[in-house]
């Protein structure tokens, strides 16, 4: 069966069919490069911090965020979850997170790629490529309508790999550090500070697993843990803590663990057991990375 454009595109939100229609003149070329220029343009006049992550809603209205770099599975998994338990979807790529802690998609479709555990329910549907892509919207494989955002109420980042399923539980200052490396740009001292508060109330995991069932299982054990309710501190760290390092790098205390993002090098780095008040005794950026 042959999908127009125009129906690949329908739930595209109001502000990136815009930015779609000002590529103007240039080729059509593939739908997919032309939604991520698309994507990249609304990184610089969105509101939100933006981050390379997936994003789906679970029937009870709560959200799970996805992050993770190209091939790291979240494509997949965001899929199979709205395939496979009626999540509804919200982004496979690029989500923007606001104060509030709500992540929001642009309407993108979803792309697969060839190779996908869904590689062969997305052609039954749209029919054989010749290509390594697929754009398909989950609503055509028999999931639920999108949604264009979703509060954040668990992180998982996932892993693919050979062996049993696994979940690991990770600390607030890892999940913030895996956070900020999958920013899409460098992160103020505010939006640093946004993204460590909504961690500090959310439980974050890794999970380990080798095909599409066991991701869906593990991710409904991640779905019975209950928001974080123990009291956590989080307050950026000041320019006395950081000593030369203030003017390059800016950083944000989750009780005891300490997270630095040196935007001009886009290098994060993830300490532990600092203790409130101490400073870094340390003359440069390098010097840090070889203690830690």
């Given amino acids: ?28 070329g593939d739908l997919r490069f032309r939604l991520s220029a698309v994507g990249r343009s609304l990184r ?7 981050v390379h ?13 996805i992050p993770g770099h190209s091939r790291s599975g979240k494509s997949t998994l965001s899929v199979a979850l709205c395939v496979g338990i009626d999540a509804r979807f919200v982004s496979d790529d690029a989500v923007w997170i606001s104060e509030v802690g709500r992540a929001s998609g642009f309407g993108r479709p979803a792309t697969l790629r060839r190779g996908s555990p869904l590689w062969d329910l997305a052609t039954r549907v749209y029919g ?47 999940t913030v550090a895996r956070l900020v490396t999958s920013a899409s740009r460098p992160l ?18 890794e999970i380990e697993y080798s095909n599409v069932s066991d991701s869906v299982a593990l991710c409904e054990r991640v779905m019975e843990l209950d ?6 501190l989080v307050h950026l760290v000041d320019a006395t803590e950081l000593q030369s390092l203030a003017s390059e790098v800016v950083g944000v205390r989750i009780d005891d663990e300490v997270v630095l993002s040196h935007g001009a090098r886009g290098e994060v780095l993830w300490l532990r057991e600092w203790s409130p008040g101490a400073s870094l005794a340390v003359r440069n950026w390098d010097d840090l990375k070889a203690r830690t």
Avoid: N
């Fill in 188 to 205: 103020l001292d505010a939006q640093l500070l946004t993204i460590a508060r909504i961690v500090a109330r959310v439980p974050s995991v």
């Fill in 227 to 232: 928001e974080v309710s123990a009291t956590t």
């Fill in 128 to 174: 054989e490529v010749d290509g390594d892509h697929l754009i398909v919207r989950v609503d055509d494989l028999g999931a639920p309508e999108p949604v264009p955002s979703t509060t954040i109420s668990w992180i998982v980042f996932p892993r693919v790999v050979e062996g049993s399923p696994e979940l690991r539980t990770i600390s607030h200052g890892e």
């Fill in 44 to 50: 610089d006049t969105r509101a939100g911090i933006p």
């Fill in 1 to 28: 069966m042959t999908f127009s454009e125009d129906h690949l595109l329908a739930w595209l939100h109001a502000d990136a069919r815009a930015e779609l229609r000002g590529l103007g003149d240039q080729p059509r």
């Fill in 53 to 65: 992550a997936a994003a789906c809603e679970t029937s009870g209205g709560r959200g799970l965020l």
